[in-house]
């Protein structure tokens, strides 16, 4: 081999080096990735931020109260006079009126005319006054409003991160279920062979077992996919089927029974934001009617001006002018609302059918608040009971499958009991998570009228 094949053949192996290294690091950099993907953990925290930042309803509240903050700025600052200044220069020709001397001319004719003027209301039936509450009780209502609905995001992202925990414990138990069902057929299928099956119908009865829990483990997967899929769709962000769950631990999956229904409407009338809005924008519909009665009242104005001219007439320097033909007034005005073509009769009349109809919505918010307060609990208590009798059911269930097992395997007892036992012991347990999750989804929906969200 001469030196430059030799050389080449370096470089070669150089190059074949390098190619594998990169396509190495290339491999692991994706399989670390990937494995981040899947291990990708958000808590019930991280939820709840993305979902109030993304909801659509919740950014509309937010602008919808800015508006009425700023109408609430602008109806102070109604208060205040209004200033104005205004300049403008006139040509004329021909035929004139000279506004030196007053006397008719035939000449062109250039003047500037100056003036600033204010004014401020006096009186006018304490409409202003009350348009400043009706504004700020109208902003509060949005600031309410809000919240509110920040807090119909957070109470449907509570309840369905758990009924995802749910059911990753339901398809946790099916997998256990799945587990034992494929230990039963494979020591079956040995004593089968051996002969020692005590009838003949055992492995199929053991078979037939295994397929029913692969199928309750297809159908929890399928569960668990659609509750993680509602979870992103409430968060507005793109379903990542390896994102999982922070699962919280068993002091935070307590409910609170003792509360009764009463106590937890008249809580809710005085803390759940939605009808703090309701009641808010009835108060301030209340001011709106004020409002238009004011305007029905004679209005009191001050105001008062300067101004100054120039006129090319005038032998006198154009500053000299400014300076000495300025003028000033003050005004007292009164305004008399005799006929306005029945314009502020017919403010009263539809800030009148305002309040009612504000009036009409608090009553049915409350309605509304009630009954569903009374569902909420009576969904609650039954969820109560029913985790408590399944207590009871799962451990006997339990010990009756623990017998059963020993039972069997001893010979003296068939496999379609066995199975029978087995299956009572699995729906047991699946109630029993079920009942679990129901009781404390049911329980954080009355912590929402109460106004104490928190998990």
Request: hydrophobic fraction near 40%; charged fraction near 15%; glycine fraction near 4%.
């Amino acid at each position: 081999m001469n030196p430059h094949e030799n050389s080449d053949h370096i470089i070669y192996l150089h190059k074949m080096r390098f190619n594998k290294y990169f396509f190495a690091i290339l491999f692991l950099s994706g399989f670390i990735t990937a494995q981040a993907q899947q291990g990708n953990i958000i808590t019930l925290k991280q939820c709840l931020d993305i979902a109030i930042k993304n909801n659509l309803t919740v950014k509309q509240d937010s602008l919808t109260t800015e508006q009425a903050r700023i109408g609430y700025v602008q109806s102070k600052d109604n208060l205040f006079p209004s200033i104005t200044g205004g300049a403008s220069r006139d040509f004329t020709s021909g035929r004139a009126l000279n506004p030196i001397t007053n006397a008719y001319i035939t000449q062109s004719v250039i003047s500037d005319n100056y003036n600033v003027q204010g004014s401020v209301t006096l009186f006018n039936g304490l409409a202003l006054q009350n348009a400043i509450k009706q504004a700020s009780l109208a902003y509060q209502s949005g600031k309410m409003a809000f919240q509110a609905a920040k807090d119909i995001v957070t109470i449907n992202v509570i309840t369905n991160y758990l009924q995802v925990l749910d059911a990753i414990e339901i398809l946790n138990q099916d997998s256990s279920q799945l587990a034992v069902a494929r230990e039963n057929v494979e020591r079956s299928e040995i004593l089968e062979k051996q002969g020692d099956n005590k009838f003949a119908s055992d492995v199929y009865d053991l078979r037939g077992s295994f397929q029913v829990s692969k199928v309750n483990l297809v159908i929890a997967q399928n569960s668990l996919n659609s509750a993680m899929l509602n979870l992103f769709q409430l968060m507005n962000i793109r379903y990542n089927k390896g994102t999982q769950l922070q699962p919280l631990n068993a002091e935070e999956l307590q409910g609170n029974n003792e509360v009764t229904s009463d106590q937890v409407y008249n809580t809710a009338l005085q803390q759940l934001a939605e009808v703090k809005a309701a009641s808010l924008m009835r108060q301030s519909a209340e001011k709106g009617l004020q409002y238009a009665k004011g305007m029905l009242y004679p209005s009191l104005a001050l105001g008062s001006g300067i101004g100054t001219n120039y006129s090319n007439l005038n032998s006198e320097t154009y500053y000299s002018q400014f300076r000495n033909n300025y003028g000033t007034y003050v005004q007292l005005g009164l305004n008399i609302p005799i006929f306005t073509n029945h314009i502020k009769k017919n403010a009263v009349a539809l800030a009148k059918i305002n309040l009612l109809n504000t009036l009409y919505v608090e009553d049915n918010i409350k309605i509304q608040l009630k009954q569903n307060v009374e569902q909420a609990w009576y969904n609650m208590t039954a969820a109560f009971n029913r985790y408590q009798a399944l207590q009871d059911e799962t451990k006997a269930f339990t010990e009756s499958f623990r017998i059963s097992k020993i039972r069997y395997e001893a010979g003296v007892l068939n496999s379609v009991d066995y199975v029978t036992s087995k299956n009572n012991m699995d729906a047991a347990n699946l109630n029993l998570i079920s009942a679990h999750y129901d009781y404390f989804i049911y329980s954080k929906i009355l912590d929402y009228y109460q106004g104490k969200l928190s998990l």
